[in-house]
């Protein structure tokens, strides 16, 4: 079956590297998310990465994909408090059309 | 125009009440989805429709009714609602194939409580 699985909270200085993990169990998903959700708000997708990759970059975010122990995170450089925010990590399943969200990271930032 | 526009922002409904949620969008997207948000907890997947023919039903109760009358509308009818209904929903598109299939664009979601 499908699942995804992220730890609920995160606390990093403002500044700092935050480093947000995820494990998955759907060895065919080809497609690996993370979207952003803040308060009383929709979602909104952050980045996505092709399982033949290992790593992309996007200016402040990095995402490492390690296909055989199926464990996937976000980084977060320079963590300003505009990243304060739920953030869900999502495969796309055995259909094409459904996608399967993890249970979010609550991450918040100290002074 | 990349927005996904749901209406209303807030609903409160008594369990004997019908009500619609309506959900619009102009990006050319296929797909269109229903997710439901409880409190602290991730989306979950309702319903799905591709090329305007519902794909995906996630086993959701008949008191959720869904409708897609054109490629750019998607509504979801209620009737003889719980108070544990009482959620986030969230109406998403996507391009229907590719590779950003999975490019979910999420609208702000209508509050629904139900009394």
């Known amino acids: 079956g499908e699942d995804v699985e992220q730890s609920l909270f995160l606390s990093v200085r403002e500044g700092d590297s935050s480093v947000i993990n995820c494990t998955y169990t759907?060895?065919?998903?080809?497609?690996l998310y993370w979207y952003k959700q803040e308060p009383g708000a929709g979602l909104q997708l952050l980045t996505y990465?092709?399982?033949?990759?290992d790593m992309k970059q996007d200016q402040r975010l990095t995402v490492l994909l390690n296909k055989k122990d199926k464990h996937l995170s976000l980084r977060i450089a320079d963590t300003q408090t505009g990243d304060s925010a739920i953030y869900f990590c999502?495969?796309?399943?055995?259909?094409?059309?459904?996608?399967?969200f993890g249970s979010g990271t609550r991450l918040s930032i100290r002074p | 125009d990349t927005e996904v526009t749901q209406t209303p922002k807030h609903l409160v409904m008594g369990m004997t009440n019908k009500k619609s949620l309506k959900c619009e969008q102009h990006?050319?997207?296929?797909?269109m989805y229903w997710y439901k948000q409880k409190a602290k907890k991730p989306p979950e997947l309702m319903f799905v429709?591709?090329?305007?023919?519902?794909?995906i039903n996630e086993s959701v109760p008949s008191r959720f009714s869904p409708e897609c009358p054109n490629s750019s509308l998607l509504n979801l009818h209620l009737h003889a609602l719980q108070p544990e209904d009482s959620a986030l929903y969230l109406c998403?598109?996507?391009?229907?194939?590719?590779?950003?299939?999975?490019?979910?664009?999420f609208g702000e979601g209508s509050r629904l409580t139900v009394l």
């Open positions: 990006m050319g997207h296929r797909a």
């Open positions: 429709y591709s090329y305007e023919k519902l794909s």
């Open positions: 999502a495969e796309r399943g055995g259909s094409a059309s459904k996608i399967i």
């Open positions: 759907d060895s065919s998903s080809t497609y």
């Open positions: 998403a598109s996507s391009p229907y194939s590719g590779p950003n299939t999975g490019e979910l664009f």
């Open positions: 990465i092709f399982s033949n990759m």
